[in-house]
């Protein structure tokens, strides 16, 4: 089973739509769960972190986190053509220094 | 702030010199740093942890006598790829993590490199 898991995508979205980019953990330890985004050539920029249940908001971007289903999602409000990117869920388990990293969901918005 | 610089962002070299990759936490201080390799169209893979002032420790299937890694400094870890050969080529990045700032890590903007 893998530790960390996202579909590759592409996600397509038009313009001004809501994206919903998805993960799923497998270790139920995991405690610190964060979303990176990875333009084509570029290296990952943190976006959002969320350590508790519920959600986290910053801006056009909501994490939400559910640890009885191991589920990690980010929303992406009034979705631009600058967020076209891959999205990479990353989760630290307990007792890890390490962050284990999906293989990332690539994101299309369309104008 | 939480930014990690990287030197150079890209270097070509001839098979079988070595080069050297620098990364730097600029303003904070990093307790530990972590090295990952990506090659086009594929995910990251962690090369290796390393903590300030104690030997790095490599993931499995990575050569440590190949990526010498140096953590001298809370704030400067550097990674050596000697006798690099074209398989070699790929994009380094580093990324840095303080416990002040908890389980995050900043990642640096990467080093391109390319041996011919």
């Known amino acids: 089973q893998k530790e960390v898991e996202q579909n590759s995508g592409p996600l397509s979205v038009p313009e001004g739509a809501i994206a919903s980019l998805n993960c799923t953990y497998s270790d139920r330890g995991s405690q610190s769960f964060f979303w990176y985004r990875q333009y084509s050539g570029k290296s990952p920029e943190l976006i959002m972190s969320?350590?508790?249940?519920g959600d986290q908001e910053d801006g056009r971007f909501t994490a939400q986190l559910n640890k009885a289903s191991q589920y990690v999602s980010l929303l992406i409000r009034d979705s631009q053509p600058s967020d076209s990117a891959t999205y990479l869920c990353a989760v630290n388990r307990r007792g890890y220094s390490t962050l284990t990293f999906g293989k990332g969901t690539m994101l299309l918005v369309s104008p | 702030g939480a930014v990690v610089s990287q030197h150079p962002s890209r270097v070509i070299c001839k098979s079988g010199t070595s080069v050297k990759i620098e990364c730097r936490s600029l303003d904070f201080q990093a307790t530990t740093m972590f090295w990952y390799r990506q090659f086009p169209k594929q995910s990251l893979m962690l090369m290796a942890t390393?903590?300030?002032?104690?030997?790095?420790?490599?993931e499995q299937g990575v050569e440590k006598d190949k990526f010498l890694i140096n953590h001298a400094s809370l704030t400067l870890s550097t990674l050596t790829v000697t006798s690099a050969h074209p398989e070699d080529s790929s994009f380094y990045i580093c990324?840095?993590?303080?416990?002040?700032?908890?389980?995050?890590?900043?990642f640096g903007p990467g080093t391109r490199l390319t041996v011919l």
């Open positions: 390393s903590n300030e002032g104690s030997k790095a420790t490599y």
């Open positions: 990324s840095a993590r303080s416990l002040a700032q908890g389980d995050e890590q900043f």
């Open positions: 969320i350590y508790s249940n």
